[in-house]
């Protein structure tokens, strides 16, 4: 399938320069990324504390992304005109109706999140959700799913994923005994990582016909709203519970992040491929995490060796691919 943008499906092959200028270049903005993903994590997570329901607090943050992006497409000519285009290629069959609901991903994460975290705690959660992603993003490469096409599975790159899982249980060792050993919610941790990589995958294919960022966000927010509404009944009939909306207006900032980072991942993973992106990102979440709780701790949270060092193989993980670029140039 050949799109009017010029790229077919599973067929984008970049060269070893191509790849290593992406990475300079895309590689900030996917750390980046993670970095907001752990500040709208801190965002919801209060929120979720005062409403008293984690699936509401999430269906707020959706829905405030959402009307900031409806007053942005509306005023923008560009973005009414690429909003236009992604409906004219639903139409005519030139996208797949997938392709649009990449937001499901998103709502499936707040959902499993909001039930996993009370039980198995942050540290067990995290841990399964990286594991996800960097596992399933080496499939979604080698399968070509993202516009970034089909990447082989190469040693460097399956010691890179594991690195990044390792680093990542090292930060949260501290908090291990913060949770219950649940099978079952760790599992769920490691499926919702799964799917998020493809989500991904899924927002940078509709981005390539799109072109256009924050309208490839709208259908995010779009589907993700309405699984919230979905998943929120579900959770009122089973008895959940409803609090007051809090009055601070830093509480309600999880939407606005969420369509900043949503908005980039789109535009970045072309670039980078979901693998590279992957580890960016959850670099990105790490660092930042540790810098917030460094800053303002959260309640019982504080600093040790063991998220520092963390931290620290986390971030050297992302440079695996920089540093073989480096050694490669030197041999050549």
Not at 291 to 318: C, N, Q, R, Y
Request: net charge positive; proline share 4%.
């Amino acid at each position: 399938m050949r799109h009017k943008s010029g790229w077919t499906a599973g067929h984008y092959a970049p060269t070893m320069s191509q790849s290593a200028k992406s990475i300079r270049w895309y590689g900030p903005l996917a750390f980046c990324v993670g970095a907001l993903t752990a500040l709208q994590s801190r965002a919801n997570g209060r929120l979720a504390i005062h409403l008293n329901n984690g699936v509401l607090a999430g269906l707020v943050s959706n829905v405030t992304g959402w009307v900031f992006l409806f007053a942005i497409v509306l005023c923008s000519p560009k973005d009414r005109a690429s909003f236009r285009r992604i409906l004219r290629a639903s139409r005519h069959r030139e996208i797949k109706v997938w392709e649009v609901l990449g937001g499901f991903g998103g709502a499936f994460f707040l959902a499993v999140q909001s039930s996993s975290v009370p039980v198995i705690g942050i540290a067990l959660f995290t841990i399964g959700l990286v594991a996800g992603q960097t596992t399933s993003s080496l499939l979604v490469d080698k399968l070509g799913i993202s516009p970034s096409g089909k990447k082989p599975i190469t040693i460097m790159r399956v010691t890179t994923a594991l690195l990044t899982v390792t680093g990542v249980s090292i930060a949260v060792l501290p908090k291990l005994s913060q949770g219950t050993f649940d099978v079952l919610y760790i599992f769920l941790a490691f499926v919702i990582g799964i799917i998020v990589s493809f989500q991904q995958a899924i927002n940078g294919r509709l981005n390539v016909i799109a072109g256009r960022p924050l309208v490839t966000a709208w259908f995010n927010f779009a589907a993700g709203t309405v699984l919230l509404l979905v998943f929120l009944a579900i959770n009122l009939v089973m008895g959940g519970k409803v609090g007051t909306l809090p009055l601070n207006p830093l509480l309600y900032a999880g939407g606005i992040i969420g369509l900043i980072f949503i908005a980039i991942s789109a535009y970045t993973i072309k670039e980078l491929g979901v693998l590279n992106f992957i580890m960016f990102s959850v670099a990105g979440q790490v660092v930042t995490a540790l810098v917030v709780d460094a800053i303002a701790p959260a309640e019982k949270a504080h600093l040790s060796a063991w998220v520092i060092i963390g931290t620290l193989i986390t971030f050297i993980s992302v440079s695996i691919p920089k540093i073989h670029e480096l050694v490669t140039k030197k041999r050549a």
